[in-house]
C-alpha cells in the first residue's frame, strides 16, 4: 500500500501524445450473442417481424427438410414475404450487427439486431435475396460465421444481379442454413412445423384478425390466430366489456381488458393466469406461461384470471425493459408504471376473486359429493379383494409316512381344513377366521374371531 501511495503522489511526466484508436471488437463476439436468449420458435417470430415491418401482406416460412437415416431432419428455415424489398444499402446494414436502420414508431423491431441474432441463434449461414419494385436488380448478401471465424473479419458477400422479369416485384427471401447440429437439425421437421404454427397464431394473434390482410403460411398451411383469453367463447367470463384506457401521464396507448377463463376447451384453470403484454399488436409475453409478478400474488381462488395489456412502443418502451429477443426481462417494469396499472387492475381483480369465490362455494357439496362417492367405491373394491384374500384356504404341510405315502387323518376332511389347521398355518399371531358382513351401504364389513 505503501508504495501504491508513494507512485499516487509522485509527479508523473507526459510520454507523447494522446491517441485514439477505433477497438475492432472480435469475430468471436458473434458467437457469443448466438446464446442471447432467442428459441427456435421465438427467433422464426424475430425474422417474420422483419417481413411484417416491411408491410408484407403474405409471409411465408418453410421449414426445409433432408432424409437422411435414422430418420429426416431440418436442413434449413426459409422466410419469404412480399413487402418492399431492399436495395442494396438497406441490405448491407440489415446483415450488420446494430445496424443503424431506422424504424417506424409502429415497427415490430426495436434493436437493429433481430435479422442476425435471429437467424445465428439457430444457424451459422444466412442467405439474403431482395428486390425492389420499379428496378431490374436483385440484391444478395451472404452472412457466414464459419468463414468470420476463419478469417478473423466482420466480412460478408454482397452482389447484384440483373433481371428485367423482376422490375414490377418486390420480394425478401431470407434463408438460414448450416443449424445448430445439437439443437434444429436433430428435430423432426413435422413436429417442429406443426408447434411453429401453433406458436405464431398466438403471437401474431392480433395482426391474423379476420379484417387485416395479412396471412402466414407454415410451407403450405395456413396459420390460424389463436387467443389464450378465448375471448369470444360463452364460458368466457368478462370483467371488463372491451378495452379500456388506463390514466398515465405522457402514454394515450395504454389499455387493458380483462377475463376469467375456467375449464373451457382444454385450458385448465391456472394454465393461463397471468398478464399478456401486447406491443404494437404482438405478443411479447413468456411463451411458456403469463406471469402474474408485479402485481398480484398467486392464489388458488384467482385461479384462471387473465389480463391483457396492449401499447404502443413508442410511448411505453421507456417503461418496460425488453430483452433483445423480445422477452420481458426480469423486474420488466418502472415502478411508475406498476403504480399506474394497479389503479386499474386492483377493482377488476377484486370483482374477480369474488367471482370465484362463490364459484367455488357453490361448485363445494357437489364437489364433496363427487369425491364421498369415489372414496366409497375405491373403500368397498379394497374391502371386497381384501375379503377374498382371507377366504383362500391357508396351505396345509402334509405329513407323509418313510415311503412317501401322505398319512390320512380320518378326522381331517377330504376337501376343507380344520380350524386347528388353520391356526397352526397362521403362526406369529391370533388366527382369525374372517366372517364378512357386506351390503353396501350398510354396515360396514366385521371380523369374527374364532
Not at 468471436?28 to 415491418?53: F, H, P, Q
Not at 425478401?172 to 406443426?194: C, G, H, N, R
Not at 385450458?267 to 404494437?280: A, H, K
Not at 409478478?293 to 401499447?311: A, D, K, L, N, T
Amino acid at each position: 500500500m505503501g508504495n501504491l501511495a508513494s507512485l499516487q503522489q509522485s509527479p508523473a511526466k507526459k510520454k507523447g501524445n494522446k491517441f485514439k484508436k477505433n477497438l475492432v471488437p472480435n469475430v468471436k463476439l458473434v458467437e457469443s450473442l448466438r446464446n442471447i436468449g432467442y428459441d427456435n420458435y421465438t427467433a422464426i417470430a424475430d425474422l417474420v417481424d422483419n417481413s411484417i415491418d416491411a408491410e408484407a401482406k403474405d409471409v411465408i416460412v418453410k421449414i426445409e427438410s433432408e432424409n437422411v437415416r435414422p430418420k429426416p431432419r431440418i436442413k434449413s428455415v426459409i422466410v419469404r414475404d412480399n413487402g418492399v424489398g431492399m436495395d442494396m444499402a438497406t441490405l448491407q446494414q440489415a446483415l450488420t450487427l446494430g445496424s443503424d436502420t431506422s424504424h417506424d414508431s409502429n415497427d415490430l423491431g426495436c434493436f437493429g439486431m433481430g435479422l442476425n441474432t435471429a437467424a445465428l441463434s439457430f444457424g451459422k449461414r444466412i442467405t439474403a435475396v431482395t428486390s425492389m419494385a420499379g428496378t431490374n436488380e436483385i440484391n444478395h448478401g451472404v452472412l457466414d460465421l464459419e468463414d468470420m471465424v476463419e478469417n478473423n473479419s466482420f466480412e460478408s458477400e454482397f452482389w447484384v444481379e440483373e433481371n428485367p422479369l423482376v422490375h414490377d416485384q418486390s420480394f425478401t427471401i431470407i434463408t438460414v442454413s448450416k443449424l445448430q447440429e445439437e439443437d434444429m437439425s436433430t428435430l423432426d421437421p413435422k413436429s417442429f412445423a406443426s408447434t411453429l404454427k401453433k406458436r405464431l397464431g398466438k403471437t401474431f394473434r392480433h395482426l391474423l384478425d379476420p379484417t387485416s390482410a395479412l396471412t402466414i403460411k407454415v410451407n403450405k398451411t395456413a396459420v390460424k390466430r389463436f387467443d389464450p383469453l378465448l375471448w369470444d367463447h360463452e364460458e368466457c367470463i368478462h370483467l371488463t366489456d372491451d378495452w379500456i384506457p388506463v390514466d398515465m401521464k405522457g402514454v394515450n396507448s395504454l389499455e387493458i381488458r380483462a377475463c376469467i377463463l375456467l375449464d373451457v376447451d382444454g385450458n385448465s384453470p391456472g394454465s393461463n393466469t397471468g398478464v399478456y403484454w401486447i406491443r404494437n399488436n404482438r405478443d411479447i409475453t413468456n411463451p411458456k406461461a403469463p406471469d402474474t409478478s408485479p402485481f398480484w400474488s398467486y392464489h388458488p381462488r384467482r385461479r384462471g384470471i387473465i389480463f391483457e395489456v396492449r401499447y404502443d412502443n413508442s410511448e411505453l418502451d421507456p417503461y418496460i425493459n425488453l430483452t433483445v429477443s423480445k422477452k420481458l426481462a426480469k423486474d420488466s417494469f418502472s415502478q411508475s408504471l406498476t403504480d399506474n396499472m394497479m389503479k386499474s387492475i386492483r377493482p377488476l381483480l377484486k370483482k374477480a376473486t369474488e367471482i370465484l369465490t362463490k364459484k367455488a362455494e357453490d361448485a363445494e357439496p357437489v364437489e364433496k359429493k363427487k369425491a364421498d362417492e369415489a372414496n366409497l367405491e375405491k373403500y368397498a373394491n379394497r374391502v371386497k379383494a381384501q375379503g377374498k384374500k382371507m377366504h383362500t384356504p391357508p396351505k396345509i404341510k402334509k405329513e407323509t409316512n418313510g415311503s412317501g405315502v401322505t398319512k390320512k387323518n380320518k378326522k381331517e376332511s377330504s376337501t376343507n381344513p380344520t380350524v386347528k389347521q388353520v391356526r397352526e398355518a397362521n403362526k406369529g399371531g391370533r388366527s382369525y377366521d374372517y366372517e364378512w358382513v357386506f351390503d353396501w351401504p350398510g354396515p360396514t364389513p366385521m371380523m369374527h374371531p374364532t
